[in-house]
């Protein structure tokens, strides 16, 4: 579950952070040409661009991240444990493994 909601999380950068850099070229391309129609074409073509990645691309990174937060207990402490946590394979002095914030209990 952890391997698949990160892989939901980092396809949602890829699509957000590729698509914001692509389409900032193409305007940026289509600006210089001068042409009114290249223009034109360019700014449907990055609308229909927002709403194919940009917007799939948010609702993963955000569904991606506050499943994996959820998960974990949806507290807002620090993502590490003390190291004496994980070299204690769960055994950390926790009332149960639930409660224990180690990776080796999530």
Same mark, same amino acid.
């Given at each position: 579950?952890y391997?698949?909601?990160?892989?939901?999380?980092? !396809?949602?950068? &890829? $699509? #957000? @952070?590729?698509?914001?850099?692509?389409?900032?070229?193409?305007?940026?391309?289509?600006? /210089?040409?001068?042409?009114?129609?290249?223009?034109?074409?360019?700014?449907?073509?990055?609308?229909?661009?927002?709403?194919?990645?940009? !917007?799939?691309? &948010? $609702? #993963? @990174?955000?569904?991606?991240?506050?499943?994996?937060?959820?998960?974990?207990?949806?507290? /807002?402490?620090?993502?590490?444990p003390?190291?004496?946590?994980?070299?204690?394979?769960?055994?950390?002095g926790?009332?149960?493994?639930?409660?224990?914030?180690?990776?080796?209990?999530?």
């Open positions: 579950m391997t698949t909601l990160k892989f939901l999380h980092l !396809l949602g950068v &890829v $699509l #957000l @952070v590729g698509n914001i850099i692509v389409t900032a070229l193409w305007k940026t391309l289509a600006d /210089r040409s001068g042409n009114p129609a290249t223009v034109a074409f360019a700014q449907r073509t990055v609308a229909l661009a927002d709403w194919v990645f940009t !917007l799939p691309g &948010v $609702l #993963l @990174v955000l569904i991606g991240g506050w499943s994996r937060q959820a998960r974990r207990g949806g507290g /807002r402490g620090p993502s590490r003390s190291s004496t946590a994980c070299r204690t394979g769960g055994r950390s926790a009332a149960s493994p639930r409660s224990c914030r180690c990776s080796c209990c999530i």
